[in-house]
């Protein structure tokens, strides 16, 4: 009987119990002073953080051509019924599109933009692949938020990410108020990985994108992370962006405002980290979510 050769998973988790381990990887891969768009003392303060923004990464002219293809999507009944499309359960409003850097050539156009792909490779320290993007319409009046959660945890238990070596960068195409279900993150939380409890059910990725359950921080965990790090909540205008380490512990609240929190997130993990087999998960997710294609952008 031929048994699968033993790997080493550098940060267990979905096991009996939580269990903390020390980042193992660096969180800014490319050498100091490595040619890039972010600055030396920007790229120390999300060594630091875990995270940077960047006020106007794109302009106002980029922002409605973004919105008028966000609300082409998430308008198109095909679209609506492909299944990258996550609906929200009460409102049976479009929640969130996935992979939209294929099935857009605008969103492509996004993702290749040096101001965009540049800053990755200059944190990963290498050529870059899209792992996951998605846009999040977070419609007002009632759209559900994101619980606490490190999107490492999922990316490694269920879509087979090895090393720390993944970057998200949110780029806000609606005014993100402090009121409006905004992305919390915990500074610094990216230098410590949680292991949590539980083992991912099968075909888990139906309920999470919905409601996270798999993979969800105790309470304890939580209050013990945020009384050390705090919460820093990110606002910003339509063009601003928050570019965020895949390790930090991060959520967002409901939005019951009248005012819509639009954005286009995309992953993007380097071509020296690509995914194997889940560290946690009886099956990978679909390729819409997480990437099995590592074609480096171009
Ligand atoms: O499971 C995932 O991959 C997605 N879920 C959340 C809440 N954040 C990261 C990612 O988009
Ligand atoms: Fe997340």
């Known amino acids: 009987m031929t048994t699968a050769p033993a790997r080493t998973d550098l940060y267990p988790t979905r096991g009996v119990g939580e269990v903390t381990t020390p980042r193992q990887d660096p969180v800014v891969w490319s050498a100091p002073g490595a040619p890039g768009p972010i600055a030396a003392e920007e790229l120390t303060g999300f060594e630091r953080d875990g995270f940077l923004t960047v006020d106007q990464l794109i302009g106002p002219d980029e922002v409605a051509l973004y919105r008028a293809e966000l609300e082409r999507l998430t308008t198109d009944p095909a679209v609506r019924a492909d299944e990258r499309s996550i609906i929200e359960p009460m409102s049976q409003d479009v929640r969130s599109v996935f992979e939209v850097h294929r099935i857009s050539e605008i969103f492509a156009g996004l993702v290749r933009d040096e101001r965009v792909v540049g800053r990755a490779r200059q944190i990963l320290g290498s050529d870059v692949y899209v792992h996951q993007s998605r846009i999040n319409v977070k419609p007002g009046f009632g759209a559900s938020g994101f619980y606490w959660h490190s999107d490492f945890e999922t990316w490694h238990a269920e879509d087979g990410l090895p090393n720390m070596r993944a970057v998200s960068v949110s780029i806000a195409l609606t005014e993100n108020f402090d009121?409006?279900?905004?992305?919390?993150?915990?500074?610094?939380?990216?230098?410590?990985?949680?292991?949590?409890?539980g083992e991912t059910p099968e075909d888990n990725y139906k309920r999470s994108l919905q409601m996270q359950d798999a993979g969800t921080p105790s309470h304890a965990a939580l209050t013990e992370m945020a009384d050390e790090h705090?919460?820093?909540?990110?606002?910003?205008?339509?063009?601003?962006?928050?570019?965020?380490?895949?390790?930090?512990?991060?959520?967002?609240?409901?939005?019951?405002?009248?005012?819509p929190r639009s954005n286009v997130f995309i992953v993007f993990n380097s071509v020296e980290n690509e995914a194997v087999e889940p560290f946690a998960a009886p099956a990978p997710r679909p390729g819409f979510i997480g990437a099995r294609d590592f074609t480096p952008v171009r």
């Open 230 to 259: 705090g919460i820093k909540l990110f606002t910003g205008g339509p063009g601003s962006a928050t570019w965020f380490d895949c390790n930090c512990m991060h959520g967002s609240g409901d939005n019951i405002t009248p005012y």
């Open 179 to 197: 009121t409006n279900g905004g992305l919390m993150i915990m500074p610094g939380s990216h230098r410590i990985f949680l292991g949590c409890a």
